[in-house]
């Protein structure tokens, strides 16, 4: 009997030491150079990118040299618990010594009818990458329609373009799991036909999309026909929203035949989904543009149409500041259904320029807008209009 269990201790030691330890995988760093063909063990036998993103098992890490990565067709990561980083040079050992503004790391469509990325992965980091030149493509940029977490650190999402009808996202599209955005540029995405939809980011379905840190710039909508360029920087349409210290800047919705077709909520479009909240802190939103057309524009900044007052989109700290309506109402906010919060914010100097438009700063067709402790340029025509809905100012400096 005492034999019996000696060899039984054994057996459990032997399988904790040996067997279970070896089952065990440990992550791994596979090495990625533009020219690389090797096994991706280390900078003297980097591999190729496509390579890299099929040999990663969960928790490895993928470590990219500077230089421009293309491809045939997407870079999919498919892979849970992938990190990828860009801003390395041949040789460099630790993730401190990497640059990714000195050591520029481009995933690059070469123009070509492709999207660059599509994260199908969970919990995936992209980190220090620059995401470019798509040309054609729905969501050309970066898309994740699937569970889990997405993070983008330290990432340029720019020069995207749509070439068809019924643009989604051509910069990054996300419909399901979560998103955090840090440090990221979203820059000169645009379109050239209509119905255009968040040509910056265009999120639908994602429980919860965070942006912190970043910057929404120069994306244009095309918009011609009569159909819309809607929320060209950020289109919002259901689950969380939380942006803070973000700036949206010089973003336009509209047409290039300037009677033609709607622009609206040329920075950020918030959108009617029951399932909604969205929080702005300390943002920054200048020189939007709608460009309207003969069907007008609702908001150069924003355009609020949320499926009912419980719904609630909340503006704290943040400046509205010398954006323009050419061809519509409402300079800075158009407010079609739902409620919006503006806490300790400005509101200044934004302005409708068309005959026969008005609201310089805040047009209400419908849905409750509050500001407390913020500075609007004027609370009376023609700067605050009300056709419908309420408008509540207390207190207020003009």
Not at 63 to 70: A, D, M
Not at 274 to 291: D, E, H, I
Not at 371 to 398: D, E, F, K, N, Q
């Amino acid at each position: 009997m005492k034999n019996t269990v000696r060899w039984l201790l054994v057996i459990v030691a032997f399988w904790c030491l040996g067997v279970g330890g070896a089952s065990e995988v440990q992550a791994a760093t596979n090495y990625v150079t533009v020219t690389g063909t090797g096994s991706g063990a280390d900078w003297a036998n980097a591999t190729s990118l496509t390579n890299a993103l099929v040999i990663s098992q969960s928790n490895d890490v993928i470590w990219l040299e500077q230089g421009t990565y293309t491809n045939t067709a997407t870079f999919t990561i498919a892979s849970n618990n992938v990190s990828l980083y860009g801003g390395f040079t041949n040789g460099m050992a630790t993730l401190a010594e990497r640059n990714w503004t000195s050591y520029p790391t481009l995933l690059d469509g070469k123009a070509q009818n492709i999207r660059v990325v599509t994260v199908s992965g969970a919990n995936v980091l992209l980190d220090g990458l620059i995401i470019t030149n798509s040309y054609g493509a729905a969501a050309g940029g970066i898309t994740k329609t699937t569970a889990g977490a997405l993070t983008l650190a330290n990432c340029r999402v720019v020069n995207h373009v749509r070439t068809a009808s019924s643009t989604q996202g051509v910069g990054a599209y996300f419909s399901n799991g979560s998103v955090l955005m840090t440090n990221c540029v979203i820059s000169r995405n645009s379109a050239t036909d209509h119905s255009v939809l968040g040509l910056g980011v265009y999120s639908k379905g994602a429980s919860l999309l965070q942006v912190v840190d970043c910057v929404f710039s120069n994306q244009y909508g095309d918009g011609s026909g009569s159909r819309t360029a809607t929320g060209v920087g950020l289109f919002f349409d259901q689950g969380q929203l939380q942006v803070f210290r973000s700036v949206f800047l010089n973003n336009a919705a509209g047409a290039n035949n300037f009677y033609q077709g709607w622009g609206g909520g040329s920075a950020v479009y918030l959108g009617n989904n029951a399932t909604f909240s969205a929080v702005f802190s300390n943002c920054v939103f200048r020189g939007n543009a709608g460009l309207g057309g003969s069907g007008q524009g609702a908001g150069a900044v924003a355009w609020v149409q949320l499926a009912d007052n419980t719904k609630t989109a909340a503006f704290v700290n943040c400046t509205f500041a010398y954006n323009t309506n050419f061809n519509g109402n409402g300079g800075a906010f158009y407010v079609s259904s739902g409620t919006v919060e503006l806490r300790n914010s400005l509101l200044w100097s934004n302005t409708v320029t068309a005959s026969g438009t008005t609201g310089r700063e805040v047009y209400m067709a419908g849905g409750t807008l509050r500001a407390r402790y913020s500075g609007i340029t004027g609370t009376t025509l023609p700067h605050v209009y009300v056709s419908s809905g309420s408008l509540t100012l207390s207190p207020v400096m003009t």
